[in-house]
């Protein structure tokens, strides 16, 4: 009896379900594996700054509306000190380091404004610089003064404020809106309840800051003891932003001697 032809197996192959997972995009961005994408954003930035040798970061936060030139005058001002700052931190703490660990590099949210210039200012600086951007409805589009290499892109915000927070050893705030005050505060919160180290934390532009949230009234309503009001300085220039850091203990790494269930809980 003769063999019967071989039947056909493309349906087989061509099937969903035979796609190795690790290459299914429709079961690794579906529901159930939410799990594993937040897993593998944080583990993707976590090896890469491990094996460039970043141990601690100044976070940079600050509007991404602010011009350079052709805005008001006060973004002009922003965005120059933003630049200088970053040049400043990665100068004088450690991120300009040659074959060896890189201390105090600039991270920022890697989009324009504030961000951008702080990056600028780590590469006028010849410093690397990290830049953690979020997928938004409107794409952001990473700036150009992040080290490419250290160019981040989430889609979780929740990892990538995890990412800001793991080696920061400061906060510079600038001035912006709804996604700089959400930052500020999360880190303001983590310092208040002790889930964090006490980095320095300094708001540049005491003038904008003080019009934008009336901080005593908050203590005046009791919604936060008058100490928690020390968590943070102000500055207005990035020379005096550079002394408050340096006044509150900044250093070239974390205080490993804070508590371990302060280090998990990041």
């Not at 931190?89 to 504030?114: K, L, M, Q, W």
């Not at 990412?163 to 930052?183: C, I, K, Q, S, Y």
């Not at 934390?201 to 934008?212: C, I, N, P």
Request: proline residues 5%.
């Amino acid at each position: 009896m003769a063999d019967s032809p071989k039947k056909p197996n493309s349906a087989q192959i061509a099937s969903p379900s035979f796609r190795l997972a690790a290459l299914d995009p429709d079961f690794l961005l579906g529901e159930s594996t939410r799990g594993v994408r937040f897993l593998l954003e944080y583990e993707k930035a976590e090896q890469i700054l491990k094996a460039r040798r970043i141990i601690s970061t100044i976070v940079v936060f600050g509007g991404a509306r602010v011009l350079e030139s052709g805005g008001p005058e006060t973004h002009a001002r922003w965005y120059a000190e933003a630049r200088a700052f970053g040049r400043i931190a990665s100068e004088r703490g450690g991120a300009c380091a040659v074959e060896a660990d890189h201390c105090n590099v600039i991270a920022t949210g890697g989009g324009p404004g504030c961000m951008e210039a702080a990056n600028r200012g780590a590469q006028d600086a010849g410093a690397p610089s990290i830049g953690f951007n979020i997928l938004l409805p409107h794409e952001q589009e990473p700036n150009a003064y992040s080290t490419p290499e250290l160019t981040f892109n989430f889609h979780y915000f929740a990892m990538r404020k995890m990412h800001f927070a793991m080696r920061a050893n400061a906060l510079v705030v600038f001035p912006g809106g709804f996604g700089t005050l959400d930052e500020m505060f999360e880190i303001l919160t983590l310092r208040q309840t002790r889930k964090a180290p006490m980095v320095p934390v300094v708001l540049f532009d005491e003038g904008y800051w003080r019009s934008v949230i009336n901080f005593d009234k908050l203590v005046e309503h009791g919604a936060i003891d008058a100490a928690d009001l020390t968590l943070f300085r102000f500055a207005d220039t990035a020379e005096t932003a550079w002394e408050a850091l340096l006044e509150q203990g900044l250093g070239k790494a974390h205080d490993d001697s804070a508590p371990d269930v302060v280090q998990k809980d990041i």
